[in-house]
């Protein structure tokens, strides 16, 4: 089976595409990334393809709209696939081309995520997490998961795990890998909570004999990493601290966090993290920063679905210190985020249905 993956070269996205591609059976994949001449003509393309999707249109047609809206090395890269079983896109700004381009390889078209403004009737599957299941009552093509596909799994991870020690030379003892995320309208991270949370890391890595391992996002608030890079970086017990961009001898030092921690807390503003974390086979806490009076977005909805499930747990600051004290001396089993494989399942069905 071919497939083309088209990537708007957002990791987030790329990550749900990657995932999926890994585990497809018998694929050969081709990589396109899609960029637009103008915002305004990806914009207008969308806006055609949601009146306009469900219609027959002439590949001339097809091809001049093509031309007319993506730069021309991307046009190119289109231009030279003669074959494809199967088009998979993550995003919304790659929706429009995923659907025109399969109709001149005559291929499948996969979305994930619910793509604004086209929505999914046009494609041959959908692959929605819980947050997009209420928009897709009575449709058929619809695969439901519970976040979204990625490409970790415990299997992957615990392969990894014993030589990235020996690689980095650490000890033999416990470890937290804390992945940060940023601030929204939901959810913000401060100054002072960086503080709070660097004082709970030293208490417990004194306490526990346990080692930290903390990762910053690139919409984590610049004086937020500060804080922390001047209470953590450079500790013994502290033996990594990424941020985004940093050199790093390690190849991906965001999986070696999730590979080499016993316990993974996330912020719960990153809802693909939580979803990663979520399917590591570790225990993982939700850090919820949010004002407790505040009205919470959908994916809490979800995270709290996760909890009722054994999948993950939340907590919020000024209760952290405990719950990361019960995690780490709990008994309890996790049950992993399947996510990945329920796309793949549902991707091997649509094709062998022809």
């Not at 890595?205 to 984590?220: D, F, G, K, P």
């Not at 979800?302 to 952290?320: P, S």
Request: hydrophobic letters at 40%; a neutral charge; proline letters at 5%.
């Amino acid at each position: 089976m071919k497939v083309v993956i088209l990537s708007d070269n957002r990791p987030g996205h790329y990550k749900q595409s990657l995932g999926i591609v890994q585990k497809l059976p018998e694929c050969q994949t081709e990589w396109v990334e899609i960029q637009f001449r103008h915002k305004w003509r990806d914009n207008l393309l969308r806006g055609f393809m949601s009146v306009f999707g469900g219609m027959s249109l002439p590949v001339s047609l097809i091809r001049i709209l093509l031309r007319w809206s993506l730069v021309p090395e991307t046009y190119k890269s289109l231009t030279r696939l003669e074959t494809a079983d199967l088009i998979l896109s993550t995003g919304s700004s790659v929706a429009a081309v995923n659907l025109l381009l399969g109709r001149i390889l005559r291929a499948k078209t996969v979305t994930c995520r619910r793509p604004s403004p086209i929505g999914i009737r046009y494609f041959d599957l959908a692959i929605l997490p819980m947050i997009s299941w209420q928009n897709a009552v009575g449709k058929s093509n619809i695969c439901k998961t519970i976040g979204v596909p990625n490409p970790i799994s415990p299997d992957m991870l615990n392969a990894e795990r014993e030589r990235l020690k020996h690689e980095l030379n650490l000890p033999n003892c416990q470890r937290i890998g804390i992945l940060l995320g940023g601030t929204d309208r939901h959810e913000k991270i401060t100054a002072t909570d960086a503080v709070k949370l660097g004082e709970i890391c030293e208490a417990v890595a004194a306490e526990m004999n346990a080692q930290i391992l903390v990762t910053t996002s690139r919409r984590t608030p610049v004086d937020v990493v500060e804080r922390l890079s001047s209470t953590l970086a450079y500790t013994d017990w502290c033996p990594l601290f990424i941020a985004p961009d940093a050199p790093s001898e390690i190849a991906d030092p965001y999986q070696a966090i999730l590979a080499l921690s016993d316990l993974l807390i996330v912020t719960a503003d990153s809802f693909s993290m939580v979803c990663e974390a979520a399917s590591s086979g570790r225990p993982v806490t939700v850090l919820m920063l949010s004002e407790e009076k505040t009205r919470l977005p959908k994916r809490h909805e979800v995270y709290e679905y996760m909890e009722e499930h054994a999948i993950v747990h939340r907590c919020r600051l000024d209760g952290l210190k405990q719950h990361i004290t019960t995690a780490l001396t709990s008994s309890v089993s996790t049950v992993s985020l399947q996510d990945t494989e329920t796309a793949v399942d549902a991707i091997v069905s649509l094709m062998a249905d022809g």
